[in-house]
DNA sequence: TGTAATTGTTAGCTCAAGCTAAATTATAAT
DNA sequence: ATTATAATTTAGCTTGAGCTAACAATTACA
């Protein structure tokens, strides 16, 4: 389980977001939703590839692996969590709120995260995952 | 006041914490307080110098300037005011909450640490800073 | 005061992650 | 079926931030 960048956990929660909203998902997709050219898409594709995170055929579709998705729905889940605490607790603006877990998620140690879900279920409205 | 990076908020962090212990500060200092390279520091140094945050004079001592100065302090805020939300109101064990404290300082925003700073400062044993 | 040890700097390498321009492959339309 | 468009990939550049090795300057002490 070699950790990976900042950058390139970036590139796995999209391409699980872009495959739960139904499509295929291509390259190109990946480029538009991260605001980032097709070449560096291309080339952080190939490193999750080597790392066993998804698989990707010459101009294929891109999918996750079992591995990757387990990895991609980690990384959604802190943002969630990490967003829902900023908005709902601190009463963080929803944009700032997104842009900050956006950031966050990348930096927070699995142990935080544990505290945080469990200091969100403890209060009056507990948080639905 | 233009951004600087993780990295250099870092040593800018680091500068203001052992002028605050005391004696005059040094490349050597830094890189051991950081454990990194002399000429890794050398080089910060020289970015930070070029930013009007600090001086430095060839083969000298180095010593903010009052905008370092500023911006040094912010950091440390941040950090702090986040390692105590951890530990205090999380319950996260020191050693993570310093860790990750670390990392998170440079990511939350100003209006987020404003948030926080209110949430904390309205519980019982209410934060000081 | 001259030499040894320490400190600081320079030069130059590596890696990650972005980019553009150009080439290749696939898809769609006439 | 041929051609035009779109998607993907390759090649190669840039920047930031780390590193080591080698060189220069300073400090300390014998």
Tied chains: 1, 2.
């Excluded at 970036?10 to 391409?15: A, C, G, M, S, V």
């Excluded at 996750?64 to 889940?77: D, F, I, K, Y």
């Excluded at 603006?93 to 200091?119: F, G, K, N």
Aim: hydrophobic share 40%; glycine share 6%; proline share 2%.
């Amino acid at each position: 389980m070699a950790d990976i960048s900042a950058s390139l956990e970036d590139y796995l929660e999209e391409i699980f977001i872009l495959h739960q909203e139904g499509a295929q998902v291509r390259v190109t997709d990946i480029a538009a939703a991260l605001k980032v050219s097709k070449p560096s898409v291309n080339r952080a594709v190939g490193t999750l590839k080597d790392a066993g995170l998804l698989d990707h055929e010459f101009y294929g579709t891109i999918a996750l692996t079992p591995e990757g998705e387990t990895r991609a729905a980690q990384v959604l889940r802190r943002h969630k969590l990490i967003r829902h605490f900023l908005q709902n607790t601190l009463g963080v603006p929803a944009e700032i709120a997104e842009e900050d877990a956006c950031r966050m998620e990348h930096v927070v140690s699995a142990q935080t995260i544990q505290h945080l879900y469990d200091y969100l279920s403890q209060q009056e409205d507990g948080y639905e995952e």
